[in-house]
């Protein structure tokens, strides 16, 4: 088992550019989110699935889009890059309902910079 | 907005030692996880603590939890080298899919 897998681990974008950052998972969990992780701010959510088809949004969803076609893959979009999107980005996922009391297994991360 | 602050934001203590960081919360919670963060790694998860319970304990990890006073505490016993890193609380409340992270307290376990 990969566990959670992040694509690609370092990327430089200038602003304006866009780009796709890949999430997947082979352990057949319903549950994804995207984080993003900058100094003193901890882990903030982006935006989240509950399943194959579907998405909905989390603290900060501005400039950002997902999509979750194939229930093993999560994909984070950014249309226009800015220079605030600089960040650590972190994929993860969960089996069942939070209220259920499960644990979220993360990717490695996407060390993304925008000139 | 966070929902869990850690505290203290950093500490160092000396190998073998004991070390407790502490999360406060703001509303009430179904459940209290706490995780570590290795330098440029993704975060694993250590513990779960359920809002009926008061302490729970894995191996060198003891966590507590007052509802009441809305915080928990993480003691990491007799402390290796390898537990340098950063320690998160993360919380979630009923009907709620999102997990809700605080900011995190440093350990840096002096050889």
């Known amino acids: 088992n990969a566990g959670v897998t992040q694509t690609p681990k370092f990327r430089v974008l200038k602003t304006g550019q866009s780009m796709t950052l890949l999430c997947a998972q082979d352990?057949?969990?319903?549950?994804m989110y995207w984080y993003r992780q900058d100094p003193g701010m901890g882990l903030r959510l982006i935006h989240y699935s509950v399943g194959e088809g579907t998405t909905a949004k989390g603290e900060v969803p501005d400039g950002y889009n997902v999509s979750r076609l194939k229930k093993q893959n999560f994909l984070l979009g950014l249309e226009s890059a800015a220079p605030s999107q600089t960040s650590v980005y972190f994929c993860?996922?969960?089996?069942?309902?939070?209220?259920?009391?499960?644990?979220?297994?993360f990717g490695p991360g996407t060390r993304l910079t925008v000139l | 907005s966070q929902q869990g602050e850690e505290d203290p934001q950093a500490l160092s203590i000396q190998e073998g030692e004991n070390a407790t960081m502490n999360c406060s919360y703001k509303?009430?919670?179904?459940?209290l996880q706490w995780y570590r963060q290795n330098s440029g790694r993704g975060l694993v998860h250590l513990i779960l603590?359920?809002?009926?319970?008061r302490e729970k304990h894995s191996g060198r990890l003891r966590v507590t939890l007052d509802t009441s006073k809305k915080s928990s505490s993480l003691l990491i016993t007799a402390s290796r080298a390898a537990d340098t890193a950063s320690y998160f609380c993360a919380t979630d409340a009923w009907g709620n899919e999102k997990l809700t992270f605080g900011t995190g307290t440093r350990l840096t376990i002096i050889p």
């Open positions: 352990m057949n969990h319903e549950y």
């Open positions: 603590i359920r809002s009926n319970e």
């Open positions: 993860a996922s969960s089996s069942l309902r939070l209220a259920g009391g499960d644990t979220q297994y």
């Open positions: 509303t009430s919670i179904n459940n």
